[in-house]
T-cell receptor, first 115, second 117 residues
Framework: AQTVTQSQPEMSVQEAETVTLSCTYD???????LFWYKQPPSRQMILVIR??????QNATENRFSVNFQKAAKSFSLKISDSQLGDAAMYFC????????????FGEGTQLTVNP | EPEVTQTPSHQVTQMGQEVILRCVPI?????FYWYRQILGQKVEFLVS????????KSEIFDDQFSVERPDGSNFTLKIRSTKLEDSAMYFC???????????????FGQGTRLTVV
């Protein structure tokens, strides 16, 4: 079984500053994928960034980057130059190839961006 | 940009009634999923569907639930006799075959908010 833990229920950041959201996970598989999804007030789930566990290089996507520590099973999301539109609930998730891409989500972190 | 679409966006139903939630996945995707999110809680996996059959289901997906791909484009979730605790946001998602190295993310629809009264 997979588990995902997000220990920060809420975070806040000033506009233009940088914030890091934490995520730890547990899985018995050697091949798996990690994701951060954003859920704005509209409640649609939007993929922010993904990381393949077999890749050592941390994924980046514009202002979003991850710090993937495989041995520690840690997968944090860094948002640089925060914008008001980044305010949302952020979910960390893990999937395994052997489970047909079934996603296991964390509890979520509510990010507030202050002007 | 292709997207997953779900209808209706909001459904209100009486307890004990049957409800069908509809989804149109992205056209070249082969795996389909339903997730639910009770208000204030995490998103939970319900079921995955591939090659016209269920490939995996969670303990939540009991005999009250069923899924179907009736016509090659729609993917439906039926709740046979709704209970108050079925009130939640239901998300449909789709992905290409998962054993492709670069295409394992699931694309989500905008969700259907189900309210059971």
């Amino acid at each position: 079984a997979q588990t995902v833990t997000q220990s920060q229920p809420e975070m806040s950041v000033q506009e233009a500053e940088t914030v890091t959201l934490s995520c730890t996970y547990d899985t018995s598989e050697s091949d798996y994928y990690l994701f951060w999804y954003k859920q704005p007030p509209s409640r649609q789930m939007i993929l922010v960034i993904r990381q393949e566990a077999y890749k050592q290089q941390n994924a980046t996507e514009n202002r979003f980057s991850v710090n993937f520590q495989k041995a520690a099973k840690s997968f944090s999301l860094k948002i640089s130059d925060s914008q008001l539109g980044d305010a949302a609930m952020y979910f960390c998730a893990v999937s395994q190839e052997t489970s047909g891409s079934r996603l296991t989500f964390g509890e979520g972190t509510q990010l507030t961006v202050n002007p | 940009e292709p997207e997953v679409t779900q209808t209706p966006s909001h459904q209100v139903t009486q307890m004990g009634q049957e409800v069908i939630l509809r989804c149109v996945p992205i056209s070249n995707h082969l795996y389909f999923y339903w997730y639910r999110q009770i208000l204030g809680q995490k998103v939970e996996f319900l079921v995955s569907f591939y090659n016209n059959e269920i490939s995996e289901k969670s303990e939540i997906f009991d005999d009250q639930f069923s899924v179907e791909r009736p016509d090659g484009s729609n993917f439906t979730l039926k709740i046979r006799s709704t209970k108050l605790e079925d009130s939640a946001m239901y998300f449909c998602a789709s992905s290409v075959a998962p054993h492709t190295p670069t295409n394992t993310e699931a694309f989500f629809g905008q969700g259907t908010r189900l309210t059971v009264v």
